[in-house]
């Protein structure tokens, strides 16, 4: 888990809540256990955790931002590609959802600046894992890890990265460049994979986030539609494939494509 249970690695310190009320005491300490089991390996867990977070939000009338405010100094000394590659792949699975949620939340409550080194490196790691660059460092795929236990930490990676698609701090900062337009390659790709719809689902929101926030790049647009478009004057190449990946670039890129076509 990123904030460690006791079925993992010794606990970081819990946060000190000096000078706090009864009732914000309780408060503090219920959403201390909560953010532990945000990276539950259970999907369930999560997903329910998440559910009491924002409920508890609700009530308060404060952003889930706010009330996890006081745990970020020990979710930045949790979060290291060191101990992500340590863990099960469940377990992993559940960190990298953890890390996920943090960075969707509204504002973020990690930020992904460039001097946020272990952040960006574990983005890194999940985009090569994804983009089957298996000469690139680093790995985070644990080598005997089972084919059922793989399919939920690839789309684990791959929803990490739709939300780093949709981050500010990715979009504007020139360092990002190279992490940005991998991604938006990546994404790309993924389109085509028809026969499974939560991929192209993840990687149209990916995209569309981009889009709605940034101007493609011309010359990686250029490059991910040639493959699509080359078979267009083809009628033996139209296949369904082809088709139902050309519909989802239209969607998504029509200001992009000229009248003519």
């Known amino acids: ?29 219920v959403l201390f256990v909560l953010v532990q089991e945000l990276s539950s390996p259970h999907a369930a867990v999560r997903k329910a955790v998440q559910h009491l977070i924002h409920l508890t939000a609700d009530m308060t009338g404060r952003k889930v931002t706010q009330l996890l405010l006081p745990f970020r100094p020990s979710l930045l000394i949790s979060i290291s590609l060191k101990r992500l590659q340590t863990l099960s792949v469940p377990l992993q699975t559940g960190f990298i959802e953890a890390v996920t949620y943090f960075i969707s939340l509204d504002p973020p409550l990690l930020s992904l600046a460039p001097e946020n080194t272990e952040i960006i490196s574990i983005i890194n790691a999940a985009l090569n894992l994804c983009s089957g660059r298996k000469d690139e460092a680093p790995h985070i795929m644990q080598k005997d890890a089972d084919s059922k236990q793989q399919v939920p930490f690839k789309l684990a990676c791959l929803r990490l990265l739709k939300e780093t698609l949709g981050s500010q701090d990715i979009i504007r900062d020139e360092r990002h460049t190279d992490l940005r337009n991998h991604t938006l390659e990546l994404f790309f790709h993924s389109l085509a994979q028809i026969q499974n719809k939560e991929i192209v689902g993840i990687a149209k929101a990916g995209l569309s986030a981009f889009i709605s926030q940034a101007k493609l790049p011309k010359e990686l647009l250029q490059k991910s539609l040639k493959p699509i478009l080359s078979n267009l004057g083809v009628h033996t190449k139209l296949t369904r494939q ?9 969607e998504l890129c029509t200001t992009y494509f000229s009248v003519k076509l």
């Open 1 to 29: 888990p990123v904030l460690p249970s006791q079925q993992a690695q010794p606990p970081v310190p819990q946060p000190v809540s000096q000078n706090l009320t009864l009732p914000e005491k309780r408060l503090h300490d």
């Open 242 to 250: 082809v088709l139902q990946t050309l519909a989802h670039l239209l």
